[in-house]
């Protein structure tokens, strides 16, 4: 499978735990998106980068959340001292150069905050 | 700062019906337009965009910038169609979603 991967699927953790998502996304595409995405809306933009640049955060990202991409290829969101209010899909996409908007989205997070 | 505003939630047509799926947007520029859709147990993936005036999988969408509207139009349902449908404006290099709306097509 040559699309965007994420791992884990799912995660359940307790309130005021810290968690990691990982993304891996289409080898020859420089940009990668975080979104967060809550039952019956659309996702929500977190962040994104240029190869290994974080170019942008949203508000919603806030100082609990941290975003890397090291090498310019995975990325990983790490969530600290989660709330409930945290439990939501965590969507990865990247996109090719030049085309910003076609975005080749994973499969998402699952994250459950008990 | 830009808005997606998709006002149903849920569409339920018979097959052979004509769909509309409607999409409004607010922003200051020019925008560029796209519908994603998310099949059941599938990903999320691009639709159509309004710069390629195509029509993919029988659906058409058509940018009225004086109504700032985007929706999307097929004259005659198919089973296949039911999904998850997401309409995103891009600006600023990302996506900004709709709510979503649930399309469903009865036999």
Known sequence: ?114 | AQRVTQPEKLLSVFKGAPVELKCNYSYSGSPELFWYVQYSRQRLQLLLRHISRESIKGFTADLNKGETSFHLKKPFAQEEDSAMYYCALGAGNMLTFGGGTRLMVKP
Not at chain 1, 28 to 56: C, D, I, M, S, V
Not at chain 1, 60 to 89: H, V, W
């Open chain 1, 1 to 114: 499978d040559t699309g965007v991967s994420q791992d884990p699927r799912h995660k359940i953790t307790k309130r005021g735990q810290n968690v990691t998502f990982r993304c891996d996304p289409i080898s020859e595409h420089n940009r990668l998106y975080w979104y967060r995405q809550t039952l019956g809306q659309g996702p929500e933009f977190l962040t994104y980068f240029q190869n290994e640049a974080q170019l942008e955060k949203s508000r919603l990202l806030s100082d609990r959340f941290s975003a890397e991409r090291p090498k310019g290829s995975f990325s990983t969101l790490e969530i600290q001292r989660t709330e409930q209010g945290d439990s939501a899909m965590y969507l990865c996409a990247s996109s090719p150069t030049g085309d910003f908007y076609e975005q080749y989205f994973g499969p998402g997070t699952r994250l459950t905050v008990t």
